[in-house]
């Protein structure tokens, strides 16, 4: 079963906007983590926040973590046309047991 | 660094056949991961291996799908007989503990 779920599905922006995905889960966890998915490709891995932090930043992305909420964010800012790709968050449960639970993903499209 | 490699690409097979898949993890990772990921949707796991052995195959279709880790490195990931909802692609990655995961380019399988 999936753990988290993105929202939103879909998003579509033009070149140089900011994009802001949202990602929700059911149980406690130890570490978030969020992958980007080319068309195709394998899973890259962009960032990962621990439960005890609260934001995290990478370049031009921005990660932030409410546990009370169960959610996340993950804002990418300045976008290219680069950046289309679908994006997962990830959860595991705890240290020694790293097995990730995906989300259903944000399917995210940069118009030049 | 060498990344993680999968073989073979592409597989397209009838229903009721049998394939296999392999996956040979960065150099040194001790954690193996199989995921299936149907298309639309996140990653899911299959099976994961801390060296030889298995960790968790909770979600392993264990009638039909079966996995392997010989000495700690390469891995095989087989289904016999394959049905039409097998259709998916399968992810291989890999890690040290606490850290993120490296995935592989994955194997696209089409049962017809």
């Known amino acids: 079963s999936q753990q988290g779920e993105e929202d939103p599905q879909a998003l579509s922006i033009q070149e140089g906007e900011n994009a802001t995905m949202n990602c929700s889960y059911k149980t406690s966890i130890n570490n978030l983590q969020w992958y980007r998915q080319n068309s195709g490709r394998g899973l890259v891995h962009l960032i990962l926040i621990r439960s005890n932090e609260r934001e995290k930043h990478s370049g031009r992305l921005r990660v932030t973590l409410d546990t009370s909420k169960k959610s996340s964010s993950l804002l990418i800012t300045a976008s290219r046309a680069a950046d289309t790709a679908s994006y997962f968050c990830a959860t595991d449960l705890s240290f020694g047991n790293e097995k990730l639970t995906f989300g259903t993903g944000t399917r995210l499209t940069i118009i030049p | 660094e060498a990344g993680v490699a999968q073989s073979p690409r592409y597989k397209i097979i009838e229903k009721r056949q049998s394939v296999a898949f392999w996956c040979n993890p960065i150099s040194g990772h001790a954690t193996l991961y199989w995921y299936q990921q149907i298309l639309g949707q996140g990653p899911k796991l299959l099976i994961q291996?801390?060296?030889?052995?298995?960790?968790?195959d909770s979600q392993l279709p264990k009638d039909r799908f079966s996995a392997e880790r010989l000495k700690g490195v390469d891995s095989t990931l087989k289904i016999q007989p394959a049905k039409l909802e097998d259709s998916a692609v399968y992810l291989c990655a890999s890690n040290e503990r606490g850290t993120e995961q490296f995935f592989g380019p994955g194997t696209r399988l089409t049962v017809l």
């Open positions: 291996f801390q060296n030889n052995g298995v960790v968790d």
